[in-house]
């Protein structure tokens, strides 16, 4: 005789590896690395620097 099987362990588990498989793709499809961050933290610096320089008195 086979082995015994909760459906609803094995249903439950089924949907945990689908998630776990999801967000995979997700983290691959929309995660940066940290150099990416640290780069457009370093462009936005820059940015914001430039544009400062160019701000006018109000005087």
Do not use: Y
């Not at 362990?9 to 998630?19: F, M, S, T, V």
């Amino acid at each position: 005789m086979g082995k015994l099987v909760n459906l609803n362990h094995a249903r439950k588990a089924a949907a945990k590896r689908e998630a776990a498989a999801q967000a995979a793709a997700n983290r691959v499809k929309h995660g940066r690395t940290g150099a990416q961050k640290q780069a457009d933290r370093q462009a936005e610096a820059r940015r914001q620097a430039v544009l400062d320089g160019a701000k006018r008195d109000e005087s």
